[in-house]
T-cell receptor, first 118, second 114 residues
């Protein structure tokens, strides 16, 4: 069992729908991440939150909107997605050892949400 | 800029034989190196990391990796592979000088045959 929980596991949505992906961890980690992974490819970083503040946005289109309501939760709001956005969306968390310094901490991943855009 | 290369898309090995998955990296500062494994329909699982200290790092499930600064390599090894080790393996690097972004290699699929 993973310590990072993602819901839903699967999501099918139309291009005009609005939906949200949720991620939860109770390890006390203060850095949280969203990744996008296409089949047989490495994860691509989308967003990083450090102490509930957005610290990295990898030039992700505005149809993806992250939110970190508290230190345990991370959401990804989806709106007007395109077929090419179909992928596995992974959430991860790690310790943050003061400020933004967490380079040497391993990330703990959830099992992802498999998203299909019709 | 930091980068990671995994030169083999797939590695085939017989059960009981040694397993090696290759990784080379490029960073401008001191590297923080990681190995992750991904089983089908699962997220990535952390195996081991090198931050500083001994060049030979031991991790989960009997895996180890050797940091070689002169060859800029961090190969993953297991002395005796199991069928259950069949999975997708990712090497990753964080450059101490380049912030906190983790860069992954392209992944190596390991197939262990009975």
């Amino acid at each position: 069992d993973t310590e990072v929980t993602q819901t839903p596991k699967h999501l099918v949505m139309g291009m005009t729908n609005k939906k949200s992906l949720k991620c939860e961890q109770h390890m006390g980690h203060r850095a949280m991440y969203w990744y996008k992974q296409k089949a047989k490819k490495p994860p691509e970083l989308m967003f990083v939150y450090s102490y509930e503040k957005l610290s990295i946005n990898e030039s992700v289109p505005s149809r993806f909107s992250p939110e970190c309501p508290n230190s345990s939760l991370l959401n990804l709001h989806l709106h007007a997605l395109q077929p090419e956005d179909s992928a596995l969306y992974l959430c991860a968390s790690s310790k943050a050892t003061g400020g933004d310094t967490y380079s040497n901490q391993p990330q703990h991943f959830g099992d992802g949400t498999r998203l299909s855009i019709l | 800029a930091q980068s990671v290369a995994q030169p083999e898309d797939q590695v085939n090995v017989a059960e009981g034989n040694p397993l090696t998955v290759k990784c080379t990296y490029s960073v401008s500062g001191n590297p923080y190196l990681f190995w992750y494994v991904q089983y089908p329909n699962r997220g990535l699982q952390f195996l081991l990391k090198y931050i500083t200290g001994d060049n030979l790092v031991k991790g989960s499930y009997g895996f180890e990796a050797e940091f070689n600064k002169s060859q800029t390599s961090f190969h993953l090894k297991k002395p005796s592979a199991l069928v259950s080790d069949s999975a997708l393996y990712f090497c990753a690097v964080r450059d101490e000088a380049a912030g906190n972004k983790l860069t992954f290699g392209g992944g190596t699929r390991v197939l262990v045959k009975p």
